[in-house]
C-alpha cells in the first residue's frame, strides 16, 4: 500500500525571513538545493546560526558565499565550558564582519548540563557585554532556565537598549510576558504545529503581531506535516500558515508583519532599533 501524499508546500506570494537556521550542516550540494527550494516559496533571507568556536568561520563564509545568507556570531551553553579569551576575541571580531546581523545562539540550558551553572552564567552574560559593545541584536536560547535568564536580560536591558528574540520559544508564559513587556521578539518554529505543544500554542496566541518573528531551527523541529523528516527553510510557509490560524489574520497580514519584524531587528541601524525601542517601551 503507497503512503498518503503529504500536502504540497503552500505558496502565499510574500518574502520570507529565515531568521534561525543552521546551514553549515548541509552538505554542499543539499545547500544549493535548500536554497533554491527555499526562494521558490518565497523565502528571501536566511540567517544561519552560530553555536561553538569550530563553526564561527564556517557560517561566515557561508555568508560570503550566497548573497542571501546572513549569519551570528557566538557560543552556545552546550559548549560554554570551551569559552575563553581566545573565543571571545573571535565572536568579538566576527561581529565586524558585514553580513554579521546579531551575537547568538547564546543563552542558558539546564536540561542537558553540557556545563555548570556559573559557566553558562559567564559565558552568556560576556556574550551580552559582546552584543552590547557593537551594538548586535541577541538570539537567546533558554531551556529549563526561565528565571535565571529572566534575570541576566533585566541586568542587560538596563545597561543597554539592544534588543533580542527568545528563539524556539516553549517557555512558560510568565517569560514571554516579561520578554514582551521589554519589547523583546519571541521566534516560534515548528512546534507551534506539534500535538503536544499548548504551550507553544498559548504563546503565540499571548504576542503582538509586531513581535513575532519565523524560523525553522532546521534540521531540526520539522512542522507538520512533514515531521519525521529533516528540517529545511522551505517549510516555513506550515509555520506562518499555522501561527496566522492561531493569531486569526491571513497569513500574507502575518508574513508582511513578520518580515517588518525581522528587517527591524536584523537589518536596521543600531540607531533605528534604539529610538523604536525607546518609543515603544511602557512608561
Keep these: 500500500m503507497s503512503k498518503k501524499k503529504r500536502r504540497d508546500i503552500p505558496r502565499f506570494g510574500q518574502p520570507i525571513i529565515e531568521t534561525h537556521c543552521h546551514l553549515d550542516y548541509l552538505e554542499a550540494d543539499e545547500l544549493v538545493e535548500t536554497l533554491q527550494q527555499s526562494s521558490q516559496v518565497g523565502v528571501d533571507r536566511f540567517i544561519t546560526i552560530a553555536v561553538s568556536e569550530s563553526n564561527q568561520d564556517q557560517v561566515r563564509a557561508l555568508a560570503d558565499a550566497h548573497a542571501a545568507v546572513y549569519c551570528t556570531q557566538g557560543v552556545h551553553p552546550h559548549d560554554a565550558s570551551h569559552f575563553c579569551d581566545r573565543v571571545e576575541q573571535q565572536v568579538r571580531e566576527g561581529c565586524e564582519h558585514p553580513k554579521v546581523v546579531a551575537v547568538g545562539e547564546i543563552g542558558l540550558d539546564y536540561f542537558y548540563e553540557n556545563a555548570s551553572v556559573q559557566t553558562q552564567w559567564a559565558c552568556f552574560e560576556a556574550q551580552l557585554t559582546i552584543a552590547a559593545e557593537t551594538r548586535k541584536p541577541v538570539v537567546i536560547h533558554t531551556r529549563e532556565a526561565e528565571s535565571d535568564t529572566q534575570a541576566i536580560l533585566s541586568n542587560y536591558r538596563s545597561a543597554t537598549r539592544s534588543p533580542g528574540v527568545l528563539h524556539s520559544f516553549s517557555s512558560a508564559i510568565e517569560l514571554a510576558e ?49 515531521r519525521g523528516r529533516k528540517n529545511r527553510p522551505y517549510y ?13 489574520v491571513s497569513v500574507q497580514e502575518l508574513l508582511a508583519q513578520c518580515h517588518a519584524n525581522s528587517e527591524e531587528l536584523f537589518f536596521s541601524t543600531p540607531d533605528t532599533r534604539t529610538t523604536a525601542a525607546q518609543n515603544e517601551a511602557p512608561s
Excluded at 521578539?185 to 503582538?208: D, S, W
Excluded at 519565523?214 to 523541529?221: F, I, Q
Excluded at 516555513?236 to 486569526?248: D, H, N, Q, V
Design 178 to 226: 516579561f520578554a514582551l513587556s521589554k519589547n523583546w521578539y519571541l521566534g516560534f518554529n515548528g512546534m507551534v504545529t506539534f500535538k503536544n505543544a499548548e504551550q507553544v500554542r498559548r504563546a503565540v496566541v499571548a504576542t503582538p503581531l509586531d513581535r513575532i518573528l519565523l524560523e525553522t531551527d532546521s534540521p531540526y523541529l520539522t512542522p507538520e506535516p512533514y
Design 236 to 248: 516555513l510557509p506550515f509555520i506562518a500558515e499555522k501561527i496566522a490560524e492561531l493569531k486569526e
